[in-house]
T-cell receptor, first 114, second 111 residues
Framework: AQSVTQLDSQVPVFEEAPVELRCNYS??????LFWYVQYPNQGLQLLLK??????LVESINGFEAEFNKSQTSFHLRKPSVHISDTAEYFC????????????FGTGTQLKVEL | DTAVSQTPKYLVTQMGNDKSIKCEQN?????MYWYKQDSKKFLKIMFS???????INETVPNRFSPKSPDKAHLNLHINSLELGDSAVYFC??????????FGSGTRLTVV
């Protein structure tokens, strides 16, 4: 069975500092990987995804994530965060053999401070 | 233009009542889902339908019954509501698991 581990439940960081949110998954088959962001009292928005091809994927607002098959990781990074990046970030994984079920990690609360 | 729309956005009801949440997608996706987000923000799948056929039914009380009248709609009916059912319920859709779009959520409060 597939599972997703987000090791950090909370990550405080100062504005303009770099940040990395960690995500590891376990699966015996090929997977698709996703990062979603949830702002307070809002729904889930897709930040970026890895389906195939280049292992480095980027979002339009400066986030990037790298698929590392050997380490079964998909860490999210941003070189310089902004106050508006404060939100809950969820890593998720799916594989076609599982009825296209999307399995989420427990989330990481990113809190950007001045 | 809304891709996945669910109604209502908020639902406050008394214990023991029966309620429904509706979901519609206009993306042409083949699979629709219901997810539950608890008070600790943990997201767990409840049901999944592919082309109107139930394909995932996680350990969910029988009081929860999904219905998919067509590929674009997936409704969730809940009987005999309990305090523990209070949560945010998200509808989502995907095309062959390669991308998932979520609705804005329904915050259910049982009093």
């Amino acid at each position: 069975a597939q599972s997703v581990t987000q090791l950090d439940s909370q990550v405080p960081v100062f504005e303009e500092a770099p940040v990395e949110l960690r995500c590891n998954y376990s699966s015996s088959v090929s997977v698709y990987l996703f990062w979603y962001v949830q702002y307070p009292n809002q729904g889930l928005q897709l930040l970026l995804k890895y389906l195939s091809g280049s292992t480095l994927v980027e979002s339009i607002n400066g986030f990037e994530a790298e698929f590392n098959k050997s380490q079964t990781s998909f860490h999210l990074r941003k070189p310089s965060v902004h106050i508006s990046d404060t939100a809950e970030y969820f890593c998720a994984v799916s594989y076609t053999g599982g009825g296209n079920k999307l399995t989420f990690g427990t989330g990481t609360q990113l809190k950007v401070e001045l | 233009d809304t891709a996945v729309s669910q109604t209502p956005k908020y639902l406050v009801t008394q214990m023991g009542n029966d309620k429904s949440i509706k979901c519609e997608q206009n993306l042409g996706h083949d699979t629709m889902y219901w997810y539950k987000q608890d008070s600790k923000k943990f997201l767990k799948i409840m049901f999944s339908y592919n082309n109107k056929e139930l394909i995932i039914n996680e350990t969910v009380p029988n009081r929860f019954s999904p219905k998919s009248p067509d590929k674009a709609h997936l409704n969730l009916h809940i009987n005999s509501l309990e305090l523990g059912d209070s949560a945010v319920y998200f509808c989502a859709s995907s095309l062959q698991g390669r991308g998932y779009t979520f609705g804005s959520g329904t915050r259910l409060t049982v009093v």
